[in-house]
């Protein structure tokens, strides 16, 4: 079947372009008409789940001074202070990294007088830190 002309694609015209498709690339269009029922309910599941938070996270952790901050938390509560002297980094950079990290929900932050402690917000931080580098080692 021809892709419609105008960009307005239906969703009905949407299957039929996929199917069309997938039948060419795999040679049996019954099986190109199962398969992709079973993409389009798995995009359609996705897309109600919506991936912003997970792309918050991924981004948060995707800079290296973020990811060295949650190794450092891995070991324990810390001080903004012993941070941003763990870091050589000025105050108002670590600050806003940590912001990021607490955003994302990676890290929970307490009040004790002036000072703010950081920590890990739970067990699957560490997990994911540990599972990063267990995939670096692999390579």
């Known amino acids: 079947m021809p892709r419609p002309m105008n960009d ?3 969703e009905a015209s949407i299957d039929e372009v996929a199917i069309c498709s997938l039948a ?3 040679g049996d269009e019954d099986r190109a008409r199962s398969r992709t029922r079973r993409l389009l309910s798995l995009m359609k599941a996705i897309d109600m789940d919506g991936p912003e938070g997970e792309v918050e996270v991924f981004k948060a952790v995707a800079d290296p001074c973020r990811l060295r ?7 324990g509560e810390l001080c903004v202070c012993e941070i ?5 980094k000025p105050q108002s950079s670590t600050s806003h990294h940590l912001s990021i990290l607490r955003k994302a929900g990676l890290v929970k ?3 004790d007088g002036k000072w703010f402690y950081y920590r890990l ?3 699957a931080v560490n997990e994911m830190i540990k599972q990063a580098v267990a995939l670096k080692k692999k390579q």
Do not use: G, P, Y
């Open 24 to 26: 060419r690339l795999i």
């Open 84 to 88: 941003m002297t763990a870091l050589s």
């Open 109 to 111: 932050e307490r009040r």
């Open 8 to 10: 307005e694609v239906s």
């Open 121 to 123: 917000a739970d067990s």
């Open 69 to 75: 901050i949650l190794k450092l938390l891995k070991e």
